[in-house]
């Protein structure tokens, strides 16, 4: 057992970057942003300087970031209230996309988790009305890197819009917003260093975003107060985006020693490209519960999939729309890492999971 616990869900929570916590300590002041006192102002000034942070971090224009409460209200505002009634999504997206419209076309992916764009192609031209199609920019689970921009050629085609979920991607590979052609991005700070509970929706000019009714706050496109202070939050951990692009390099090094180490495991979504600090491994014959609860004994922090099922363990609709049969699908655990993971970490996780392996009696496949 190892003497430290050893962090390895950053997918699910990232570690909060140096600043944010001192950023949203100095917002905890009185003062809306709405009110025009100076205290007001003030607030107002905090929340903007943020927003420029965070649109610059993703190559987009500052007044098209519109704060909602986290990732999962920016998924669902960008599939409601786009003004698009026909919603296609592919089979691999997070459970905020998939539940958001009842009826959504389902596209299928091939075996490593990627769309296929012949199927897009074909459910939008079936459909025969103005659509939206909603495409993660990475999975959460698997790590598996979708082609955007050839997902924007097949929609931008039938005239369809093009909404990226990057929760994942933020702060881990380069994104544009601008340079992608999407119609609409969701990024969530929790993420990618920030604090939890507060997420944006970038909104291109080819949307006219209705809002739900309420004030008139974010132009009009989301109402309610704005949480000025983990907005503030958000914006230092936006500041450190490129650094943890740039650290992406080390991170796959880790990753990929971390797999050469354990070849009994089969790694899902291997054969296309991948977030440099995700790997969702199988340990055939294990139930998925038991390695979480066992590595988190021994001391480390891994999950079973999405983090968003309330504590749950479930099997995974990902893994399940990548064909993997439901036994290997039921074995499955997902390590994600972070700017604080180290050579050290790896090798204790290495040793964790043989040795849970070898306890358990598992066998090399004949």
Known sequence: MTARRIYLDANACT?????????????LVAGNPSS????GRAAR????DAREAIAAALDAPADALVFTSGGTEANTLALTRCGRGTVVVSATEHRSVLDAVVGATVVP????????????DRALAAEGR???VSVMAANNETGVIQPIDEVVRVARARDALVHVDAA???GRIPLSFRASGADLMTVSAHKCGGPAGIGALVVGPRVALTPRGGGGQERGRRPGTEAAAAIAGFGVAARHVAKGIADGARLASLRDRLEAALPE?????????????????VMPGVASAIQVMALDLAGFAVSAGAACSSGKVAASHVLAAMGVDRDDAGCAVRVSLSWTTT?????????????LRSRLGVRDAA
């Open 15 to 27: 570690p909060v970057h140096d600043g944010v916590a001192v950023a949203m300590a100095a917002a």
């Open 36 to 39: 025009v006192h100076a205290e």
């Open 45 to 48: 000034r905090r929340m903007e």
């Open 109 to 120: 992916c091939d075996g490593d988790g990627v769309v296929r764009l012949d199927a897009l």
């Open 130 to 132: 103005a659509a939206v």
């Open 168 to 170: 994942q991607a933020c």
């Open 265 to 281: 495991a089969r790694v899902m979504g291997a054969g296309t490209a991948r977030l440099p600090n995700t790997t969702c491994l």
């Open 343 to 355: 050579n050290a970490d790896i090798d204790a996780f290495v040793d964790a999971w043989r040795d």
